[in-house]
């Protein structure tokens, strides 16, 4: 089956699982240059549910986020790569600069971040409570960061 889906067919499919009595863990980001702090935090999230949903910002959410030179990595292909993980069950892309939308369609029981986030800043914290869903806050890998891999490349190559 694929595994980047429309929000449609996600819902069926979370719907379908959830019938079964799967658990639904729900992470987002932009996941432009993957990382092993990326790997790394995905396989963890993946234990906090049955089925991990990976929501990718579209291109023209990264720009609204990150500014006019990101992403590095154009849609299609971020979420062909983070697809291609065992980690992720699905993967869905979203425009808007906040995943909350989507949250409050898909109605995860488990909303997964990095802990470079507090608790309250992590949007749809208060939607998933209310359904009886949490919170999971994974630590981080010091150093790895798609910032500090571009960061590198522009001291070794940037001075040709």
């Known amino acids: 089956m694929k595994k980047i889906l429309g ?15 799967d658990k639904i863990a729900f992470t987002n980001g932009c996941f432009d240059i993957l990382h092993v702090g990326h790997v790394r935090y995905l396989r963890e999230a993946r234990k906090t549910g049955d089925l ?6 579209s291109d023209a959410s990264v720009r609204a986020i990150k500014g006019e030179r990101r992403p590095l990595v154009p849609e299609q292909e971020r979420a ?11 993967v869905t892309l979203f425009d808007e600069t906040t995943p909350l939308k989507l949250i409050e369609y898909l109605r ?4 997964v971040k990095g802990g470079d986030w507090r608790d ?10 209310s359904w009886g869903g949490k919170v999971v ?24």
């Open 52 to 57: 991990l949903i990976l929501a990718l910002n």
């Open 120 to 129: 309250e800043e992590v949007v749809g914290r208060d939607a998933v409570r």
């Open 108 to 111: 995860p029981d488990c909303i």
């Open 137 to 160: 806050l994974i630590p981080v890998v010091e150093g790895a960061s798609t910032t500090n891999i571009v960061e590198k490349v522009l001291q070794i190559y940037g001075k040709r």
């Open 80 to 90: 062909e790569v983070v697809a291609s993980l065992a980690a992720v069950d699905y």
């Open 7 to 21: 929000w449609e067919t996600l819902l069926s499919e979370v719907e379908q699982r959830r019938r079964r009595g």
